[in-house]
């Protein structure tokens, strides 16, 4: 349950406000306009609470399968952003462009993702004793 716990609040700091933060970053890059509506923040903070939660029960049964810290912060972040990006195929949220903002716009989430992955497991792995 702590692991989830823990999963849930790096999601909402790291997957919620970091990535917020990096869309206004990018609309504000690319000269669109930026959106910081209290709105548009809420619901980015929900959903990386939604997906937050998800990683740590996905870390749960990673960390049964490895030992290696890092590896399954890593392992974890991926299957978060490969499970998100089908997701949003799916659902015809995510439109692949031939823009070079598109790639860097998927290298940057594909980074955070990354980042949610090891620094959630590294909080789990500081607070297992």
Known sequence: MKIVL?????????????????????ALFTNNPVNLSIQSIVEVTV?????GAIGG????????LLSAGIV???ILGF????????????AGRVAFGEQPITFITFAFL???FLFYGIVTEWMVDRNSY
């Open 6 to 26: 823990i999963g849930t609040l790096s999601g909402v700091v790291i997957l919620g406000l970091l990535t917020r933060l990096a869309m206004a970053m990018i």
């Open 47 to 51: 959903a990386g609470a939604i997906v």
């Open 57 to 64: 029960i996905f870390l749960v049964g990673i960390r049964v």
């Open 72 to 74: 399954r912060g890593i």
């Open 79 to 90: 299957l978060l952003f490969s499970g998100s990006l089908v997701i949003g195929l799916i």
């Open 110 to 112: 594909g980074m955070v």
